[in-house]
């Protein structure tokens, strides 16, 4: 290879690596441009996550303590359903209890009924005997 050559090959070389030295610092620019885009959007984000940061920190005592009057109301709806149930119950035995007092009353009334019917029956007896001996008297006298 003659002298003319290699020049033209390292020209060439040259030129290539120019060529990729421009690229690299086009990359170079174009990547520190979008590093600085991220760091920006980054610090924003840091930025907005230091506010809802101290806006939690300031909601916090308000948030746990409806947390606890839900927990107590719960606790409380689950009492007040005991004590429902519980009056269910008394007031299914006090039905029970009508029922059957109300069955016995029935029963008594038609026992009552027929021992008044009974008691009439005598009683119109009795009188016709009364009546009988007033006959008697009256035609003794």
């Given at each position: 290879?003659?002298?003319?050559?290699?020049?033209?090959?390292?020209?060439?070389?040259?030129?290539?690596?120019?060529?990729?030295?421009?690229?690299?610092?086009?990359?170079?620019?174009?990547?520190?441009?979008?590093?600085?885009?991220?760091?920006?959007?980054?610090d924003r984000a840091n930025?907005?996550?230091?506010?809802?940061?101290?806006?939690?920190?300031?909601?916090?005592?308000?948030?746990?303590?409806?947390?606890?009057?839900?927990?107590?109301?719960?606790?409380?709806?689950?009492?007040?359903?005991?004590?429902?149930?519980?009056?269910?119950?008394?007031?299914?035995?006090?039905?029970?209890?009508?029922?059957?007092?109300?069955?016995?009353?029935?029963?008594?009334?038609?026992?009552?009924?027929?021992?008044?019917?009974?008691?009439?029956?005598?009683?119109?007896?009795?009188?016709?005997?009364?009546?009988?001996?007033?006959?008697?008297?009256?035609?003794?006298?």
């Amino acid at each position: 290879m003659d002298l003319r050559a290699k020049v033209n090959d390292l020209e060439k070389q040259l030129t290539d690596t120019r060529n990729d030295l421009a690229r690299t610092q086009n990359t170079l620019a174009t990547t520190g441009e979008s590093l600085e885009a991220t760091t920006k959007q980054l610090d924003r984000a840091n930025d907005e996550l230091g506010s809802a940061r101290t806006e939690l920190r300031e909601i916090k005592p308000e948030l746990e303590q409806s947390l606890a009057q839900i927990e107590e109301e719960t606790q409380s709806n689950a009492a007040q359903n005991t004590k429902i149930e519980e009056l269910k119950g008394n007031l299914d035995s006090a039905n029970a209890k009508i029922t059957e007092l109300e069955s016995t009353l029935e029963s008594r009334k038609e026992e009552l009924g027929a021992t008044i019917s009974s008691l009439s029956s005598e009683l119109e007896a009795s009188k016709s005997t009364i009546k009988g001996f007033e006959n008697k008297v009256a035609e003794i006298e």
